[in-house]
């Protein structure tokens, strides 16, 4: 059944905290799934992923905005879903920065990084 960030719980809010990888789903030009293994950060509503410039995830959100981003951990899992955006201004490349560095590692130079960017409209799961 179908939650909302409203209904996240302190559990749910902890996973998205703990150090993990996830999944980002976004469709080809044929409708296809493209899932790749990425890096995400969760914060009041948004999911944030940074990236290069030009790969397949990034046109596929520019050509089509639908994301989900799924963490599994054992039992627990969210499937986190939006309209995703692709923001390449510097503020807000340095946001997702911040963001990624708080739950993982400092990051390394990357001068086409970029930031996906998305509100979640809809939570599947239970952490």
């Known amino acids: 059944m179908a939650r909302t960030t409203g209904d996240f719980t302190a559990a749910d809010l902890d996973f998205l905290t703990e150090r993990h990888l996830g999944t980002l789903t976004t469709l080809r030009a044929d409708r296809t799934p493209h899932v ?3 890096a995400f950060t969760y914060d009041d509503g948004f999911v944030s992923i940074i990236s290069s410039d030009g790969t397949r995830k990034i046109v596929n959100i520019e050509e089509r905005t639908r994301a989900v ?3 599994v951990d054992g039992r627990r899992w969210l499937a986190l879903e939006g309209d995703a955006e692709v923001l ?4 807000a490349v340095a946001e997702g920065e911040r963001l990624f560095e708080q739950r993982y590692r400092p990051v390394r130079e990357n001068p086409d990084r970029v930031v996906i960017r998305f509100a979640v409209d809809r939570v599947l799961g239970k952490a």
């Open 36 to 38: 790749v293994a990425i």
């Open 69 to 71: 981003v799924c963490q």
């Open 88 to 91: 390449r201004d510097p503020a």
